[in-house]
């Protein structure tokens, strides 16, 4: 299952920057980040990630949760929703 991650950064940058830096992204066993992007103000970041069970999201964002806060939304690639949207057209 592929999810949109918005990560809303409590406030200075620097402490997330330190800890990615020092322990890494600490994601668990079988979470993957596809991608991610940040906004110019370093305030936000977008990834998408990957996993097949959301447990495993929640302890990834448990590890995060003192310095961002995050909105999950469920998300399929273009070509899943032509495929899905099709049989209607």
């Known amino acids: 299952m592929l999810y949109m991650i918005v990560e809303h950064l409590k406030g200075d940058p620097v402490p997330v920057y330190r800890r990615f830096r020092d322990r890494g992204r600490l994601a668990p066993d079988g979470l993957h980040c596809v991608s991610s992007w940040v906004t110019s103000d ?23 949760s003192d310095l961002v806060d995050f909105a999950v939304v469920p998300v399929v690639t273009s070509t899943e929703a032509a495929a899905t949207i099709g049989p209607q057209l």
């Open 42 to 64: 370093l305030q936000k970041c977008y990834q998408i990630m990957e996993c097949a069970d959301r447990r495993l999201l929640e302890t990834w964002m448990d590890q995060w």
